[in-house]
């Protein structure tokens, strides 16, 4: 067996990441609804520097608030109501 440095062994923990266990992709705009990144960005998060994630996460706080402000709400009494509400 190989002695490894823990040093230089990543867990997932080590990994910072923007992700809220909401993984839904908004159709419109390819982002998450949860964290905001693409499906690309999400299926590489492990392979990226910690610079790369940084600058990723750096932008998702306006990608979320960006998927909020396009879409309009359609539930309760409004939704049921229907469009005489708009």
């Known amino acids: 067996m190989r002695d490894v440095d ?4 990543h867990t ?4 910072e990441t923007p992700c809220i266990k909401v993984c839904v992709l908004d159709p419109d705009t390819g982002f998450c609804v ?3 990144r693409t499906r690309s ?3 590489g998060w492990l392979g990226y520097s910690t ?5 990723i996460m ?9 998927l909020t ?3 309009r709400r359609k539930g309760g009494a409004r939704g049921r109501r ?5």
């Open 69 to 71: 402000r396009m879409k």
């Open 82 to 86: 229907g469009s005489e509400a708009l």
């Open 41 to 43: 960005e999400i299926a």
């Open 12 to 15: 997932r923990l080590d990994i």
């Open 34 to 36: 949860g964290c905001g």
């Open 58 to 66: 750096n932008g998702l706080e306006e990608r979320v608030a960006g």
């Open 51 to 55: 610079d790369t994630r940084r600058d």
């Open 6 to 9: 823990p040093m230089t062994v």
